[in-house]
């Protein structure tokens, strides 16, 4: 899916460092100055490109999508998010006008790579005085900032195509504005990082994890029924045994007491499913709640054995990572009398990594 121009905030800039480790870091201190915050919890809606590079510094694009409403995403997510400004071909330093939602947009490329991009408020058929004034003004305060705009070429996209009329920008800019049909888009390089949050997708996959766990408590439902029966067979074969050893003075009989501990040795096999707190199914219930909704964290891996919980996962943001470590020590969540050792996450490209580790004083880790 490719976001429109009016979807998005373009915030080019000099980077001072060619490290390309930093040009993240440096990207959202230059959103902070100027006021673009995105939305955390609405998925990952700010990325950065690499328009220019030297050994000295770089030249970065600072995209941060603004949040998307009712209706802007499609019922299906798409397997990729970009810019419409990206997917577009464009070669050496240019300017591409073209409309988009009946209203005209402008890009500025440097060596056919997206340094701005901007939605005017001009409807008309053709480019007029007032669209013209904008991309002055957008080009002055590049200036400013140590990014003049030359463009070797002035392309106009025009509804019509190459029968349409560039308008006030045949001349406008200094260049002869080329007039045709706006190119077919194609997947731009590299790809972006752009994902954010479906609110309807979430939901469908909160419906078909409570749909999973009702089968799961039905399963464990039909096993503890099946385990009760056994374990009356067991009980009263016992008892026979018990009334034929008492009569069999020849054979040794076991004890009242040791009947008694071999009854609760075999019933405590049974206890990881008769006792809840200690089931596997009910104690990743108890942490799927504990998740925030509508973060992006998920489990990559969980592994429960007697007295001991491990999770390892992933999040977009640090913030739901914090308030998950939170959640599992609250006792409305029923995982508070475990003893929670939770590091702190790690950044990474992809995102930040969690681990956190539960054990119960009580017992002994395996």
């Known amino acids: 899916m490719l976001f429109p121009v009016r979807g998005l905030h373009a915030l080019p ?6 490290d390309e480790s930093l040009f993240d870091d440096l990207s959202a201190m230059q959103a902070e100055r100027l006021g673009v915050r995105a939305d955390p919890m609405a998925g990952q809606l700010t990325d950065t490109f690499v328009v220019t590079q030297t050994e000295e510094g770089a030249i970065l694009l600072c995209v941060v999508l603004k949040s998307p409403g009712d209706g802007d995403l499609p019922p299906r997510g798409p397997k990729e998010f970009d810019l419409s400004a990206r997917a577009f071909p464009v070669s050496g330093d240019a300017v591409a006008v073209w409309k988009e939602f009946e209203r005209w947009v402008f890009a500025f490329y440097r060596q056919g790579r997206l340094l701005y991009s901007q939605a005017t408020s001009s409807g008309t058929d053709a480019p007029d005085v007032a669209c013209l004034r904008e991309i002055h003004l957008a080009m002055a305060q ?8 030359q463009p070797d070429k002035v392309l106009v996209w025009s509804p019509d195509g190459s029968g349409g009329d560039a308008g006030s920008l045949a001349e406008g800019l200094g260049v002869p504005a080329q007039v045709s ?13 752009l994902l954010p949050a479906d609110v309807r997708a979430a939901r469908r996959v909160q419906r078909s994890r409570q749909q999973r766990l009702a089968i799961a408590g039905a399963c464990l439902l039909v096993y503890l029924g099946v385990a009760g029966w056994k374990g009356y ?5 016992h008892r026979q045994i018990q009334d034929f050893e008492s009569q069999a003075e020849e054979i040794a009989p076991k004890s009242e007491r040791d009947a008694y501990e071999e009854h609760k040795q075999l019933w405590s096999e049974l206890e990881l499913v008769v006792d809840l707190g200690k089931s596997p199914v009910e104690l990743m219930s108890r942490i799927a709640r504990a998740i925030p909704p509508n973060s992006g964290l998920r489990l990559k891996t969980a592994e429960i054995s007697p007295g001991q919980i491990k999770l390892d996962g992933e999040a977009t943001q640090a913030a739901p ?4 470590s939170v959640n599992l020590t609250r006792e409305s969540y029923g995982l508070s009398d475990y003893q929670w050792d939770n590091a702190p996450p790690t950044n990474s490209s992809k995102g930040w990594t969690f681990q956190a580790t539960g054990s119960q004083p009580d017992s002994e880790a395996p």
């Open 142 to 149: 590049l200036s400013l900032q140590g990014l003049p705009i």
């Open 233 to 237: 067979g067991l009980w009263s074969k």
């Open 181 to 193: 049909a706006r190119p077919d888009p194609v997947l731009p390089e590299p790809r972006s990082k």
């Open 321 to 324: 990572v914090s308030q998950f």
């Open 13 to 18: 800039f000099k980077a001072p460092s060619a």
